[in-house]
């Protein structure tokens, strides 16, 4: 096996909706496209950090996480094998500043994120959190037991 | 960031039991301890048909994927850094054969293998699903939803 690089997104949960963010045009993969937030871990970085950290850098919040959902491989590029770990945080506080990452931002119901066909390779995510919202309760959080 | 290698890990319960393996004398790291099923994502696979193909590798199970339920990074050894998933499964079907691999294995019930010494490296995880044991209906798996 060879070495990859490894990807987090995080879908956000405000007040029952979802941030999507819209790619900045000096991107240089996939400008302008809607997305949840995502980068790349640091070496040495614990992967539950690297959401933390990313999601401060590019939207200012404070968050925590809920429980990771779902992984996925892909080339991000040529010679750019990538493995993600898709997220779900809830929000806890801060004002919301984007940075030069990204030019819009929207807050979604999961229904009307499952119903975006712009966002389709984030809806089997949504619809993961869809189904485990029926079941566990809103304080559910896997870092107390870290 | 540089390119990480990415183990991943699989908690398989099989009637309310979890499977844990010793480490064959043969292998290159933490030879003769207690484990659960890992392995490392060849590339171009995608992270939960390497689970699935490790489990059949070192087990002969066939599962089912449940969730993933937490991450981490280390250095497997210098020069090796690896992020790691641990994915909770369900077994479907197999007679249980170990591979080289593994020299012994146990089942255990969630409050043994938490309260296990030679497992502490699992110990968050046995916990995440301890919790969610007490709120997930016995069939929920995200393999619906992809």
């Known amino acids: 096996m060879k070495k990859v690089y490894v990807g987090i997104g995080a879908l956000i949960e405000k007040d029952e909706k979802y941030l999507i ?36 850098e590019e939207t200012n919040f404070d968050v925590e996480i809920t429980l990771p959902l779902n992984t996925g491989f892909f080339y991000r590029g040529e010679n750019f094998p990538m493995v993600f770990i898709i997220y779900w ?26 119903d975006n066909p712009e966002l389709h390779v984030f809806t089997s995510s949504f619809k993961i959190i869809q189904e485990l919202k029926k079941y566990l309760p809103k304080d559910f959080s896997i870092s107390k037991f870290k």
Request: proline residues 3%; charged residues 30%.
């Open 89 to 114: 945080c809830k929000y806890v506080r801060g004002e919301l500043l984007l940075n030069w990452e990204h030019s819009e931002y929207k807050w979604l119901t999961l229904v009307e994120a499952i």
């Open 21 to 56: 963010v819209k790619r900045s045009p000096m991107k240089d993969f996939s400008a302008n496209s809607w997305e949840i937030i995502t980068g790349r871990l640091e070496i040495d970085e614990q992967p539950e950090q690297g959401v933390l950290r990313e999601v401060k």
